[in-house]
């Protein structure tokens, strides 16, 4: 079935660096644009990065420009995002989204299940 699976989260100290990788399954990933969207504890969803399909177009959330990368590989099915220089700020769950940009997609959107970053000494 459709499926999105995060991984890498964990606890880094600030000014560490983490990879969160987001493999998928289940449906034609080159149709979809990715996007890591994260939600801190008491606060609502952001959005943090997003890729289009080809991987050709990014667009960062002004908090992470210059610390953080989105990429992804087609022929893997995976979506990266590279984060370095992290804060305190950065911690909270990263989700990983796929959104259909063709009409064979119905437009839909699909989610992972989220992994938890914390940044703290």
């Known amino acids: 079935q459709e499926q999105l699976v995060e991984s890498g989260g964990g606890l880094v100290q600030p000014g560490g660096s983490l990879r969160l990788s987001c493999a998928a399954s289940?449906?034609?990933?080159?149709?979809?644009?990715m996007t890591w969207y994260r939600q801190a504890p008491g606060k609502e969803r952001e959005l943090v990065a997003t890729?289009?399909?080809?991987?050709?177009?990014?667009n960062y959330a002004d908090s992470v420009k210059g610390r953080f990368t989105i990429s992804r590989d087609n022929g893997k099915n995976t979506v990266d995002l590279q984060m370095n220089s992290l804060k305190p700020e950065d911690t909270a769950v990263y989700y990983c989204?796929?959104?259909?940009?063709?009409?064979?997609?119905?437009?839909?959107?699909?989610w992972g299940q989220g992994t938890l970053v914390t940044v703290s000494s």
């Open positions: 890729i289009s399909r080809t991987g050709y177009t990014t």
């Open positions: 989204n796929a959104r259909g940009v063709l009409p064979i997609t119905n437009y839909r959107e699909l």
């Open positions: 289940g449906f034609t990933f080159s149709y979809y644009a």
